[in-house]
Nanobody, 131 residues
Framework: QLHLVESGGGLVQTGGSLRLSCVGR????????VGWFRQAQGKGLEAVSC????????QYADSVNDRFTVTRDDGADTAYLHMMDLKSSDAAVYYC????????????????????????WGHGTPVTVSS
């Protein structure tokens, strides 16, 4: 069964950094655009970032811009979310998702954050930020 696997979450102090990873299982992630979403306890799903297949288009939520960076390493078939200067408001379960549409949502500033545009999802990795 095709799915994604996230890793790299954990406990970090305010101001600290983490790097999340996302790999595909049963398919090559390198041919898909990848989105990152998060869900804090008691809140809805929030779009965080995305990167297109070639890695030359990225999008970020205003809340993480200048602190988070999304990258991909197609040789390792892995996508990454580099998070720095973490705040308590960043605490959440983080999910990666793959978009297999010929015209991926990530290319659109208005559509990239819609979860419905992504076909495959991981089970999430939790990030806890302590003060």
């Amino acid at each position: 069964q095709l799915h994604l696997v996230e890793s790299g979450g954990g406990l970090v102090q305010t101001g600290g950094s983490l790097r999340l990873s996302c790999v595909g299982r049963g398919f090559s992630l390198s041919i898909y655009a990848v989105g990152w979403f998060r869900q804090a306890q008691g809140k809805g799903l929030e779009a965080v970032s995305c990167i297109n297949r070639r890695g030359d288009i990225t999008q970020y939520a205003d809340s993480v811009n200048d602190r988070f960076t999304v990258t991909r390493d197609d040789g390792a078939d892995t996508a990454y979310l580099h998070m720095m200067d973490l705040k308590s408001s960043d605490a959440a379960v983080y999910y990666c998702a793959a978009d297999d549409k010929p015209s991926p949502s990530c290319a659109s500033e208005t559509d990239w954050g819609h979860a419905s545009g992504y076909r495959w999802w991981g089970h999430g990795t939790p990030v806890t930020v302590s003060s």
